[in-house]
């Protein structure tokens, strides 16, 4: 089981950056995909961005030029670099990954959620 465990959120204001991580338990070399969703209030989860193993990234269309995903194997660690912020990017931010090598219904995992609040 892949424990993974987010940092970074906080309390920004409109037009700033913050950069989340995430670390994973064990080794993220031969994870096929990890990324960030996110929820905000009433609203259901979203993809914010993906990375695969080869780094090929995929983005949520609300994010993409203002929001930068990347991994890191050798820290067991994406992350998420978040620019130009607005208010809508305010939300809970998870931390998911697909392990393909896992057998079906043990592929999927999330972390806890880290909280980014966009506002002045």
């Known amino acids: 089981q892949v424990q993974l465990v987010e940092s970074g959120g906080g309390l920004v204001q409109p037009g700033g950056s913050l950069r989340l991580s995430c670390v994973a338990s064990?080794?993220?070399?031969?994870?096929?995909?990890m990324g960030w969703y996110r929820q905000a209030p009433g609203k259901q989860r979203e993809l914010v961005a993906t990375?695969?193993?080869?780094?090929?990234?995929n983005y949520g269309d609300s994010v993409k030029g203002r929001f930068t995903v990347s991994r890191d194997n050798a820290k067991n660690t994406v992350y998420l670099q978040m620019d130009t912020l607005k208010p809508e990017d305010t939300a809970v931010y998870y931390c998911h990954c697909y392990d393909s090598r896992k057998t079906p219904g043990a592929r999927t995992y999330w972390g806890q959620g880290t909280q980014v609040t966009v506002s002045t």
């Open positions: 064990e080794s993220i070399f031969s994870i096929l995909i």
């Open positions: 990375v695969t193993s080869s780094g090929i990234t």
